[in-house]
């Protein structure tokens, strides 16, 4: 028997057409809505935008037009996070978008305080529905923290941007017609964001603390050169399965 939606589905080009379809019905209160929702979703908008939710680490996660997509990819991030995250941990995400990788942590790390912060307006109010138990902060990467928690980090995390300028142009569309341009642009190579990240890294982080910063297999010499740059020893970690990079900074564990 088939199945009328999952054949519009696949005709407009949705790879998973069954798993989207069901998503899609779950959505929809009404038969009116769901015609609705396909019809935005066979237009071509991210199917998190027509549901309202990514689902990221066992998580459902609220998701807004203009505002980046949590990726599977970035599980890789959010779980080495909580894995440097020992009970009561002070954690930073930065560029934080939707605060996926901030509410991974607080769901995993007993006690952790956990900040986020945004340039953007739209994805800070986001954010803070995520994460009601987190601190969320409005403003250019690390501007808005608080100054008391100046060296008492233990894990600062950055999902930047880091496509490069040249390449946004061949992105899928869902990216690069939908989502903000400034949550996909990088600069140049693709490291002026994480550059900047790893620039303000030290003044925060904890003797001993640890910056994780999500990248591509072809950027990651030059972030991990940006972190060595900043005085902290950095190493690559990949996830191939999920084609996920992170660089890990760490900080000495004695300062002198």
Do not use: K
């Amino acid at each position: 028997m088939t199945d009328a939606l999952v054949d519009r589905l696949r005709a407009a080009g949705c790879v998973f057409a069954e798993d989207e379809a069901r998503l899609l019905r779950g959505a929809a209160a009404t038969p009116a809505g769901l015609d609705a929702l396909v019809a935005r979703r066979v237009a071509g908008e991210p199917l998190e935008y027509v549901v309202g939710y990514a689902e990221f680490c066992g998580l459902r996660i609220a998701v807004g037009p203009g505002v980046f997509v949590p990726r599977v990819r970035t599980e890789f991030l959010a779980e080495r996070a909580v894995a440097l995250s020992g009970p009561g941990a002070v954690v930073v995400d930065l560029c934080c978008g939707t605060g996926a990788v901030a509410a991974a942590v607080l769901a995993a790390v007993p006690n952790a305080e956990v900040h986020a912060a945004d340039v953007d307006p739209a994805a800070v109010a986001l954010a803070r529905r995520n994460l009601p138990g987190g601190h969320v902060h409005v403003g250019d990467l690390d501007a808005p923290l608080p100054a008391r928690l100046h060296g008492r980090v233990d894990v600062l995390v950055a999902n930047a941007p880091y496509v490069p300028t040249r390449e946004i142009d061949l992105m899928p569309a869902e990216a690069r017609l939908f989502e903000a341009r400034a949550a996909l642009d990088g600069g140049p190579d693709g490291t002026g964001v994480q550059q900047r990240v790893a620039a303000a890294a030290p003044r925060w982080l904890a003797p001993g603390g640890h910056l994780l910063i999500e990248t591509s297999t072809r950027q990651a010499p030059l972030t991990r050169a940006a972190v060595e740059r900043h005085g902290m020893a950095a190493r690559v970690v990949v996830d191939g399965e999920r084609e996920a990079t992170v660089v890990v900074g760490s900080t000495p564990e004695h300062r002198g």
